[in-house]
């Protein structure tokens, strides 16, 4: 069955350094999105993407965060200058197209540790 | 705004025993989905529930969504250990693109 594949599966990075977490949608999805999950906490939607665009964004992605498709296949989160508050799980999720009784699909998710 | 509340946030339980979850959101959804976690990994889809009324069961598990009252059931039968997870509801923001708003989770454990 297909799945959404997230890499790496944990980074861990110096506070204020840049970040990217890779993810690679299932192949025929067209929506895709970014959520987090600090230990322990609620899920929270990040970002949505849709036709090479952000389609909708929370409060929690500020300008430092940012959402691309370089290349048709990888979907990426870039965290410009990390803080403290940024340790999470994110996990990408994409969803067909029309399918409106589908599910959004997860990635495994992606452990960022913040020293 | 969209709310999402589950309760309990915690259940400790016995296998062979039944136990319901719940989940109320504060306004109109269409969508409603439930999902597993087991620790340390991803989101398993359980259940889709898009009209009032829907009813869907996999094994010891129903979910069930009155769109009226806004809340969403998930039923456990006959508990076995390998149920022991944290499950999630989460509901589509209606004026969104799929965008889920999550509820807190609930932990599940159940002994042998």
């Known amino acids: 069955e297909p799945e959404v594949t997230q890499t790496p599966s944990h980074q861990v990075t110096q506070m204020g350094q840049e970040v990217i977490l890779r993810c690679v949608p299932i192949s025929n999805h067209l929506y895709f999105y970014w959520y987090r999950q600090i230990l322990g906490q609620k899920v929270e939607f990040l970002v949505s993407?849709?036709?090479?665009?952000?389609?909708?964004k929370s409060e929690i992605f500020d300008d430092q965060f940012s959402v691309e498709r370089p290349d048709g296949s990888n979907f990426t989160l870039k965290i410009r200058s990390t803080k403290l508050e940024d340790s999470a799980m994110y996990f990408c999720a994409s969803r067909q197209e029309g399918i409106s009784n589908q599910p959004q699909h997860f990635g495994d998710g992606t452990r960022l540790s913040i020293l | 705004e969209l709310k999402v509340e589950q309760n309990p946030l915690f259940l400790s339980m016995q296998e062979e025993k039944n136990y319901t979850i719940y989940c109320n959101y504060s306004t109109t959804s269409d969508r409603l989905y439930w999902y597993r976690q087991d620790p340390g990994k991803s989101l398993e889809s359980l259940f889709v529930?898009?009209?009032n009324g829907a009813v869907k069961q996999e094994g010891r598990l129903m979910a069930s969504l009155d769109t009226k009252a806004r809340l969403s059931t998930l039923h456990i039968t006959a508990a076995v250990h390998d149920l022991s997870a944290t499950y999630f509801c989460a509901v589509v923001r209606m004026d969104s693109n799929y965008q889920l708003i999550w509820g807190a989770g609930t932990k599940l454990i159940i002994k042998p």
């Open positions: 993407f849709y036709n090479n665009e952000i389609s909708e």
């Open positions: 529930l898009l009209s």
